[in-house]
C-alpha cells in the first residue's frame, strides 16, 4: 500500500533562513505530489504541488523538487519569516486518495 | 463566498450519542473527502465521493456513514459515539477524476466525554 515518510518532524530555523523537509515514497505508481501548510487551529492550506512529469515548481520563496527515481520529494522554503511557522505535511496520489506524510512542525526563530 | 463549509465548528456530547457534521462546497467540485486528524495531527482519509458515488471507504467502523444527496454535499452521521472518535474532522474536495488538488474545509473538532 501507500506509504509515506516525512522527515524532520520538527524544524526550528532563524529568520531569513531557508528550511527543507523531505518525503520518501513507496508507491511508483504515485504522480501527484502537493504540500500543505497547517497553522495552529486551522485548515490544512495547499502551498505548492508537483506532477510525475515536472521535476521542479517554484512559487516566490516555496520550491518543491521531485525525483521519481529515487522516490523523494522535498519542500524549500527561501527567507523564511515568522508566518511561515505551522505544520507542513507532504502527500502523495495514488489509488484514487492522497497519502499524507506525519508533518513538519517549523518554528521560525525572529 | 466560502469555498468549502462545515458545520458546526464544535461539538462535544457524550459516549453513546449519535451526531451528524454537514459538508457543504459551492466549488463546482465532483469530488469530496472525509479526513480524521487526530491528537498527534495525522491526517487520515475516511471516505471518498466522486458525483454522489462511495469511491473510497478507508476501513472504518461502519458506525461511520457518509451521504452525499447531492455532488454539493458530503455528510458524515457517527452512531453510537466512542472516546476515540474524538478527532478533528476535516471535508475537503477536488475537481475530479485527473484534477487532484484538494481543497479543505475549516473542521469540525469533535469532543466526545
Known amino acids: 500500500g501507500e506509504n509515506v515518510e516525512q522527515h524532520p518532524s520538527t524544524l526550528s530555523v532563524q529568520e531569513g533562513d531557508s528550511a527543507v523537509i523531505k518525503c520518501t515514497y513507496s508507491d511508483s505508481a504515485s504522480n501527484y505530489f502537493p504540500w500543505y501548510k497547517q497553522e495552529l487551529g486551522k485548515r490544512p492550506q495547499l502551498i505548492i504541488d508537483i506532477r510525475s512529469n515536472v521535476g521542479e515548481k517554484k512559487d516566490q520563496r516555496i520550491a518543491v523538487t521531485l525525483n521519481k527515481t529515487a522516490k523523494h520529494f522535498s519542500l524549500h522554503i527561501t527567507e523564511t519569516q515568522p508566518e511561515d511557522s505551522a505544520v507542513y505535511f507532504c502527500a502523495i496520489f495514488g489509488n484514487e486518495k492522497l497519502t499524507f506524510g506525519t508533518g513538519t512542525r517549523l518554528t521560525i526563530i525572529p | 463566498d466560502t469555498a468549502v463549509s462545515q458545520t458546526p465548528k464544535y461539538l462535544v456530547t457524550q459516549m453513546g450519542n449519535d451526531k451528524s457534521i454537514k459538508c457543504e462546497q459551492n466549488?463546482?467540485?465532483?469530488?469530496m473527502y472525509w479526513y480524521k486528524q487526530d491528537s498527534k495531527k495525522f491526517l487520515k482519509i475516511m471516505f471518498s465521493?466522486?458525483?454522489?458515488?462511495?469511491?473510497i471507504n478507508e476501513t472504518v467502523p461502519n458506525r461511520f456513514s457518509p451521504k452525499s444527496p447531492d455532488k454539493a454535499h458530503l455528510n458524515l452521521h457517527i452512531n453510537s459515539l466512542e472516546l476515540g472518535d474524538s478527532a478533528v474532522y476535516f471535508c475537503?474536495?477536488?475537481?475530479?477524476?485527473?484534477?487532484?488538488?484538494?481543497?479543505f474545509g475549516p473542521g469540525t473538532r469533535l469532543t466526545v466525554t
Open positions: 465521493y466522486n458525483n454522489k458515488e462511495l469511491i
Open positions: 475537503a474536495s477536488s475537481p475530479g477524476p485527473g484534477a487532484y488538488e484538494q481543497y
Open positions: 466549488l463546482g467540485h465532483d469530488t
